[in-house]
């Protein structure tokens, strides 16, 4: 079955600095994976998603996420992180009719 | 038009009430999700429609009946809901049961 973990529950950055929020999965045939991210009270947004295309994978608000086959990673990162990156970011992958999410990663990002 | 809507945007409602949320799309889409998710926890799916047939049921209580009257619209029916029922709703929809979901703005329940 297909799995994924995210790792820290919570990630603090200072506006400007690097964001990375960890994503490693578990698949027994090759996988997609997504990020979505929610704002408070609000519904999720896909930031990207892997389909096998290619390993670097650009989405939306220049976040971007790299597929490692050898790590099972699919970390995502943004070169400077702004005040309105502050979000509860979500790791998934697509499972047997459904997705299978990650416990999610807040991202707290300091002036 | 690319969104997913839900309406109510809140709803308070008793253990005793019967009330619908409802959710929307025209993008053409073939599958449709309800997940519940509790505060700063992941999403849980609830039900998946395919083609305007329950593909899934994840073992929900009866007190939830999920409606798919046509492939643009898909209802959630609630009846003698519990307080620990309270959480957001989100509604989603893909083009295909393989393909990524997009999500409404969900509907914040309290059940009091």
């Known amino acids: 079955a297909q799995s994924v973990t995210q790792l820290g529950s919570h990630v603090s950055v200072s506006e400007g600095a690097l964001v990375l929020l960890r994503c490693n999965y578990s698949?027994?045939?090759?996988?997609?994976l997504f990020w979505y991210v929610q704002y408070p009270n609000q519904g999720l947004q896909l930031l990207l998603k892997y389909t096998s295309a290619a390993t670097l994978v650009k989405g939306i608000n220049d976040f971007e996420a790299e597929f490692k086959k050898s790590e099972t990673s699919f970390h995502l990162t943004k070169p400077s992180a702004h005040m309105s990156d502050a979000a509860e970011y979500f790791c998934?992958?697509?499972?047997?009719?459904?997705?299978?999410f990650g416990t999610g990663t807040r991202l707290l990002v300091s002036p | 038009d690319t969104e997913v809507t839900q309406t109510p945007k809140h709803l308070v409602m008793g253990m005793t009430n019967k009330k619908s949320l409802k959710c929307e799309q025209h993008?053409?889409?073939?599958?449709m999700y309800w997940y519940k998710q509790k505060a700063k926890k992941p999403p849980e799916l609830m039900f998946v429609y395919s083609y305007e047939k329950l593909s899934i049921n994840e073992s929900v209580p009866s007190r939830f009946s999920p409606e798919c009257p046509n492939s643009s619209l898909l209802n959630l029916h609630l009846h003698a809901l519990q307080p620990e029922d309270s959480a957001l709703y989100l509604c989603?929809?893909?083009?295909?049961?393989?393909?990524?979901?997009?999500f409404g703005p969900g509907t914040r329940l309290t059940v009091l």
């Open positions: 989603a929809s893909s083009p295909r049961e393989e393909n990524e979901q997009f």
């Open positions: 998934a992958v697509k499972g047997f009719q459904k997705l299978v």
């Open positions: 698949s027994s045939v090759p996988p997609y």
């Open positions: 993008m053409g889409h073939r599958a």
